[in-house]
């Protein structure tokens, strides 16, 4: 991945939908009622300076329209598109990537699985859903290979599992992702006790880095750098790097409308009544930028704009990693920052 330059925004979370066939502990949308007014048309406007557009829910794959909606993201911004999904319709995952795969070059998928069985299926509130999610990932990985994850949402019922989670993704041989709880202004809302408490998450989030240090590649250090970046969120409530929400990331909603990130409730334009030129240089957006990146009252760590920062800071993130690998070589304690 190159770095991200100054030519527009490179990041994107579009919300298809937030219909749900689950009621997850980490996330009530399966409760909400919404304006769905996304279109192909709507869609086809998107910047074409994005590299990387999140499709996500709710459940995308309810959506009837979700390949001509996904051809038409991919028209738009020749972006790495991921579509993202609880796993819970595996036939329909089948279906969708097959048609996709012909002319969505790099399709990925993100299968979100939290825990093993018992766990999983808690998480998610549905008996089932765990087998349901690998029959999925089976059907999957034939024809995705490594452009299918796996991610791994650490909560209060799921923080001591990560380590069965990367059992399961090593041995389907597939990538994990990682995600704290987060509560959202205006988006996802964890359910009462889902957001896991400080020692709980710390043990997460420590397994974690260690096994994706366990390889010496890139790769590995960014995931490594992001997992560890988590500590600072749990410990002092401040990302290891600003944020470039609203410059370099933007939200998209099924109501068309568009906010600087997924974690605040400012909307800057719908992209169904303006041109994304219009909204992106207009007064909305502008006005907020002096309350971004460092002075961000938020300060949350996810990957859709940790990937940024990541990307904007290779040296420092490079320092962290060797020293990171240094003292797993030779034995020393972690270098956490307590």
């Not at 991921?82 to 819970?88: D, K, P, V």
């Not at 089948?94 to 048609?99: F, Q, T, Y």
């Amino acid at each position: 991945m190159s770095p991200t330059t100054d030519k527009g925004p490179v990041d994107a979370v579009v919300a298809l939908t937030y219909r749900c066939n689950l009621r997850c502990l980490t996330c009530d949308l399966a409760d909400r009622e919404t304006d769905e007014l996304l279109t192909a048309e709507t869609l086809r406007k998107l910047p074409p300076s994005l590299k990387f557009v999140n499709l996500t829910g709710g459940e995308p794959l309810l959506l009837a329209d979700l390949v001509p909606w996904v051809r038409a993201v991919h028209d738009a911004t020749g972006a790495q598109i991921t579509i993202s999904t609880n796993g819970a319709l595996p036939e329909r995952a089948e279906e969708v990537v097959r048609e996709l795969r012909r002319d969505v070059p790099g399709l990925h998928v993100a299968v979100s699985v939290d825990g093993l069985e018992a766990t999983h299926d808690h998480v998610r509130q549905a008996p089932g859903s765990f087998k349901k999610a690998l029959e999925t990932v089976g059907r999957l990985a034939p024809l995705l290979g490594p452009d299918l994850h796996l991610a791994f949402t650490i909560s209060a019922a799921n923080a001591d599992e990560f380590d069965g989670v990367a059992r399961l993704a090593a041995e389907y041989r597939l990538p994990l992702s990682l995600a704290l709880t987060h509560i959202s202004e205006h988006y996802f809302k964890p359910r009462e006790g889902a957001v896991p408490g400080r020692e709980a998450a710390l043990r997460a989030v420590d397994a974690a880095t260690r096994y994706y240090l366990r390889r010496f590649t890139p790769g590995g250090a960014a995931r490594a750098y992001f997992a560890a970046g988590l500590r600072d969120i749990v410990i002092r409530g401040r990302r290891p790097i600003p944020c470039r929400a609203g410059d370099k990331f933007f939200y998209l909603d099924p109501a068309a409308d568009v906010y600087l990130c997924n974690m605040r409730a400012e909307k800057v334009g719908n992209l169904g009544r303006e041109s994304f030129d219009e909204i992106w240089e207009g007064g909305a957006r502008r006005a907020l930028l002096p309350t971004t990146g460092r002075a961000c009252p938020v300060q949350c760590w996810m990957v859709c704009t940790a990937r940024t920062a990541i990307l904007d800071h290779p040296l420092r993130v490079g320092c962290w990693a060797m020293g990171a690998y240094a003292r797993k070589i030779f034995g020393l304690p972690s270098n956490k920052r307590e």
